[in-house]
């Protein structure tokens, strides 16, 4: 701030002072984030401050943790067969609630979104209880079932957004010049939808990735998934060997942040 | 809370060929919708209602914290939580994290969400997302992030016993400052964009229709900017109120065992003591908690929205 403004007559001191402070509230906002990749590159053997310099051991050292590497692998089967179970299953019933008129259709639309109203560590413990004994805890089915519930409104309201900004009259207009349902729906409907359905799917993909409560719940002791290995890890040790892993985690959901903004904009698929 | 748009294709299709559609799809609409919704339906109803439901049902059943569970019709698990003063304390403690994370919350999101609506600057777009961007970052990671900043050896002790400002270093986790700390952070991307999607009617127009009309900067805050962003307030603390009492990642992080809450306490009941009846019950109760929150919620909004 040059003397020449400050004495400028319609300077407004609240105006520096306002951006400052939203400075630094994004600050506290990023800061786990932010102390996490510079932990993940000090040489520090245990954790401390300052960083004693710079090192990529802890990376180099992460493909032989082999808790971490079938964490990893766990993660990422259940992620994978969560978002294309979750895309077959939500993307019909986004359809359905946009392009057909039938009875109960808010009932139906506020049960496939109710999921998210409901704790995870509720839903989880109902899911322990019940997968005990169908002898689906510590399997794939148990965790990915699971995950279907928690994941399966996002994919509904990406899609049911990417359906409300277009109108009906180019599938009319298809039906009409002859077209069969499926061909209407891939010609037409599906490319409309895309960028609802592309979004929906990398954000089921992150939240099951990411969830650590139900595999927590349905899965600890025989398959843990990485969140769950990480989550033990840091209960014991809260050291600098877990940094790389989470800068890792913390690239995969940038990619999925970016992929989701190009798609159809971060705010309204969250909202 | 997520549940508000409605969808009005009704209105959108009509002059759209609308005759023509109607009859092209005529009888077979009905059998379309239904195979479109039952699949997902079904997906629902395994991973989503049964579990539910056989929860609620277990909660009625009498458990010994052995394992055993005695199958049968009785209010116990609900009795012993309520009359033992443990788990009030437990379930006032919850509350009270609630209040506290929300209140915090709310006051460093809103200069951020206030921020975010009135910018006109060419990088709002990017600093819209990086404020909601957290949110889909692990919260295990989040939580570790926080104990590298507030644990002994952290960030912040370092810094202080570097400057001299202390001798023993603060304590920050492992206790209910570092929970709330944690939390605050972790719910502000979810208290931004409440708060954005609540100014619906807050203009830079009216604030400087006020400023011309000779209103002082603080009348201007304390008549327009702030009556108007109450709608936005008052939801983000609600959102923010219900997702803090029912985590438990970060209470059992950063709370390091001496921080109990009703999440914290239905994972050791089901895993430490294998009480599954009464870890049920606990479930049933902060569900209900949720449910009468969020009533009186929409009772509010009906009132505000007049």
Redesign the interface.
């Known amino acids: 701030m040059s003397e020449a403004r400050l004495f400028k007559p319609r300077f407004?001191p609240?105006k520096p002072a306002?951006g400052i402070?939203?400075f630094l509230?994004?600050l506290?906002?990023?800061?786990?984030?932010?102390?996490?990749f510079v932990?993940s590159f000090a040489s520090n053997q245990?954790?401390?401050?300052?960083p004693e310099g710079l090192t990529f051991k802890w990376y180099e050292m992460l493909p032989q943790e082999s808790t971490f590497m079938n964490g990893m692998r766990v993660s990422l089967i259940v992620a994978v067969t969560v978002t294309i179970?979750?895309l077959?299953?939500?993307v019909?019933?986004a359809?359905?609630?946009?392009?057909?008129?039938?009875k109960a259709?808010?009932v139906?639309?506020?049960?496939?979104?109710?999921?998210?109203?409901?704790?995870?560590?509720?839903?989880a413990?109902?899911?322990?209880?019940?997968?005990g004994p169908l002898k689906l805890t510590n399997t794939y089915a148990g965790i990915i079932?699971?995950?279907?519930?928690i994941t399966?409104?996002f994919v509904?309201?990406t899609t049911?957004?990417s359906?409300?900004t277009t109108?009906?009259?180019c599938?009319?207009?298809a039906?009409?010049l002859g077209a069969g349902?499926w061909t209407v729906f891939r010609r037409i409907t599906l490319p409309i939808i895309q960028p609802g359905v592309i979004a929906g799917g990398v954000?089921a993909f992150?939240?099951s990735f990411?969830e650590?409560?139900i595999s927590?719940?349905v899965a600890?002791s025989g398959l843990p998934t990485l969140?769950v290995q990480?989550?033990r890890y840091?209960?014991n040790s809260?050291d600098a060997a877990?940094?790389a892993l989470?800068v890792i985690?913390?690239l995969i959901?940038?990619a999925?942040?970016v992929v989701?903004?190009r798609a159809m904009?971060?705010?309204k698929a969250?909202? | 809370m997520t549940a508000t748009h409605t969808q009005t294709p009704a209105t959108r299709r009509a002059g759209a060929a609308e005759g023509d559609l109607e009859r092209a799809t005529g009888r077979r609409n009905r059998r379309t919708y239904l195979a479109l919704l039952i699949p997902g339906l079904l997906g629902l109803l395994v991973s989503f209602v049964f579990p539910l439901a056989y929860m609620i049902r277990m909660s009625f059943n009498r458990g010994a914290p052995d394992g055993i569970i005695e199958e049968t019709f009785t209010l116990d698990t609900y009795i012993q939580p309520l009359s033992d003063p443990y788990y009030w304390r437990v379930t006032l403690d919850t509350f009270q994290m609630g209040v506290t994370v929300g209140l915090l919350c709310i006051l460093v999101s809103y200069p951020v969400a206030l921020f975010l609506a009135r910018s006109t600057s060419k990088y709002r777009g990017l600093l819209m997302a990086i404020a909601i961007a957290p949110l889909l970052t692990s919260a295990v990671v989040r939580t570790y992030g926080w104990m590298v900043i507030l644990g002994t050896n952290g960030l912040v002790n370092s810094s202080l016993e570097g400057m001299g400002l202390i001798d023993t270093p603060l304590k920050l986790t492992n206790n209910m400052t570092g929970v709330t700390i944690g939390l605050v952070e972790i719910f502000m991307p979810y208290a931004i964009l409440a708060m954005i999607s609540g100014f619906g009617r807050l203009s830079p127009q009216l604030e400087e229709a006020a400023g011309s009309l000779g209103a002082s900067k603080l009348q201007v805050f304390t008549r327009v900017t702030l009556p108007l962003s109450l709608p936005g307030i008052l939801t983000a603390f609600l959102l923010v109120f219900v997702l803090s009492i029912s985590t438990f990642i970060t209470p059992r992080l950063l709370g390091g065992g001496s921080v109990q809450v009703l999440a914290t306490e239905i994972y050791d009941q089901t895993t430490g003591l294998l009480n599954w009846p009464f870890a049920a019950a606990l479930s049933v109760i902060l569900l209900v908690l949720f449910g009468l929150i969020i009533a009186v919620y929409q009772r509010l909004t009906k009132k505000i929205g007049g």
């Not at chain 1, 906002?29 to 932010?34: E, F, R, S, T, V």
């Not at chain 1, 359809?95 to 039938?102: C, S, T």
């Not at chain 1, 413990?125 to 997968?131: D, E, K, P, T």
């Open positions: 407004n609240a306002f402070l939203v509230l994004y506290f906002l990023l800061a786990p984030l932010l102390i996490v932990v245990y954790l401390s401050f300052p179970i979750v077959a299953l939500g019909p019933v359809l359905a609630l946009d392009r057909f008129e039938f259709k808010a139906v639309q506020s049960f496939f979104l109710s999921p998210l109203l409901i704790p995870s560590i509720v839903l413990l109902g899911m322990v209880l019940l997968f079932i699971g995950h279907v519930a399966i409104p509904i309201r049911l957004m359906l409300a109108d009906t009259s599938e009319a207009a039906r009409i349902s954000i992150i939240v990411d650590a409560v927590l719940f600890e969140p990480v989550l840091v209960e809260a877990v940094a989470s985690l913390i959901s940038l999925v942040v989701v903004e904009g971060l705010r969250l909202r």
